[in-house]
């Protein structure tokens, strides 16, 4: 009976676990895409392994989280990507890797943050050109 009764809060807890871990691999793989982006090194399937390699290998990331939770987050072996220097594209697929996920959408998130730089640059030079300045 006492495994029953425990067993929720074990569950939430791993829960839990594996959502900080997440969150940790999440802002270190951000960080290390965030060099890329801000050189504007276009994302890569060369560059997705070296930035997946780099943050698996975090060693804060490695020491704040057991090997077991680590474990969670490796691509495993029989989900090969190219290694080429051709752009990634994932088509519509979903099913991505922790690490591949992070860097893609970090990629994203700047390519938008760019666009609406550059639509409210043209949409403040409009209206000084129809003010007539």
């Known amino acids: 009976m006492n495994?029953?009764?425990?067993?929720?809060t074990d569950h939430a807890l791993a829960a839990l676990r594996y959502q900080t871990?997440?969150?940790?691999?999440?802002?270190?793989?951000?960080?290390?895409?965030?060099?890329?982006?801000?050189?504007?090194?276009?994302?890569?399937?060369?560059?997705?392994?070296a930035?997946?390699?780099?943050?698996?290998?975090?060693?804060?990331?490695?020491?704040?989280?057991?090997?077991?939770?680590?474990?969670?987050?490796?691509?495993?072996?029989d989900l090969p990507y190219p290694e080429t220097d051709e752009a990634v594209d994932f088509g519509m697929s979903t099913a991505l890797p922790a690490v591949f996920a992070f860097a893609v959408l970090?990629?994203?998130?700047?390519?938008?943050?760019?666009?609406?730089r550059t639509s409210e640059g043209a949409a403040v030079h409009k209206r000084v050109q129809a003010w007539g300045d």
């Open 106 to 116: 970090a990629y994203e998130e700047a390519a938008r943050r760019a666009a609406q």
């Open 51 to 77: 930035i997946e390699a780099e943050a698996l290998a975090d060693l804060g990331f490695a020491s704040r989280h057991d090997a077991l939770m680590l474990g969670l987050f490796q691509r495993p072996s």
């Open 3 to 8: 495994d029953l009764k425990t067993a929720p």
């Open 21 to 49: 871990a997440a969150r940790d691999l999440e802002r270190i793989v951000r960080n290390i895409a965030g060099r890329y982006i801000v050189q504007q090194v276009p994302l890569t399937w060369r560059l997705l392994h």
